[in-house]
T-cell receptor
Framework: AQSVTQLGSHVSVSEGALVLLRCNYS??????LFWYVQYPNQGLQLLLK??????LVKGINGFEAEFKKSETSFHLTKPSAHMSDAAEYFC?????????????FGKGMKLTVNP | DGGITQSPKYLFRKEGQNVTLSCEQN?????MYWYRQDPGQGLRLIYY???????QKGDIAEGYSVSREKKESFPLTVTSAQKNPTAFYLCASIDRASNQPQHFGDGTRLSIL
């Protein structure tokens, strides 16, 4: 069964520092992978998606993620954190069965950006 | 602009009462989903519907019910059988024919009085 692991629940970085949020997946078929961001009391907004094209995927707000099949990873990075990046981030894998599509989410990672 | 509207934003329920959360989309999407979000647990799938008049249980369907009488609407009822209903509920939709990801509403926060 497909699953996603986000180790830890919180990460704190200084403004201007590198942001690295880790995601490992388990999938028996080539996966579709997603990163979503959630600001307090709001829904989820798509940051980027991997759908078996380029392994380095660029998203919104300067984020990018690299699909590494050998490591079953899809880590999210941003070279320089901004205060507005403080939010919760979710990695998800798409599960397609019999014509239906579902998303399986990791537990999320809360990012704090310190001035 | 097209999107998903969840209402109300905040909802309070007394013990033993059923309550219905609204989800409406004008994106002409076929499939709709309900998720429950609890701190530190990510999003868990409650119910989903691929087409009108059809829906399937997700991972945590007990204590919940849904209907899909219209393409644009997918209401979720939290019944009195749901022992711990306090959570943030998110509705999502997707066009199954496209390769686009799920589109989310802004959520409803349900609290028990």
């Amino acid at each position: 069964a497909q699953s996603v692991t986000q180790l830890g629940s919180h990460v704190s970085v200084s403004e201007g520092a590198l942001v690295l949020l880790r995601c490992n997946y388990s999938s028996s078929v080539p996966p579709y992978l997603f990163w979503y961001v959630q600001y307090p009391n709001q829904g989820l907004q798509l940051l980027l998606k991997y759908t078996s094209a380029a392994t380095l995927v660029k998203g919104i707000n300067g984020f990018e993620a690299e699909f590494k099949k050998s490591e079953t990873s899809f880590h999210l990075t941003k070279p320089s954190a901004h205060m507005s990046d403080a939010a919760e981030y979710f990695c998800a894998v798409s599960v397609r069965q019999g014509g239906s599509e579902k998303l399986v989410f990791g537990k999320g990672m809360k990012l704090t950006v310190n001035p | 602009d097209g999107g998903i509207t969840q209402s109300p934003k905040y909802l309070f329920r007394k013990e033993g009462q059923n309550v219905t959360l609204s989800c409406e989309q004008n994106l002409n999407h076929d499939a709709m989903y309900w998720y429950r979000q609890d701190p530190g647990q990510g999003l868990r799938l409650i119910y989903y519907s691929q087409i009108v008049n059809d829906f399937q249980k997700g991972d945590i369907a007990e204590g919940y019910s849904v209907s899909r009488e219209k393409k644009e609407s997918f209401p979720l009822t939290v019944t009195s059988a749901q022992k711990n209903p306090t959570a943030f509920y998110l509705c999502a939709s997707i066009d199954r024919a496209s390769n686009q990801p799920q589109h989310f509403g802004d959520g409803t926060r349900l609290s028990i009085l």
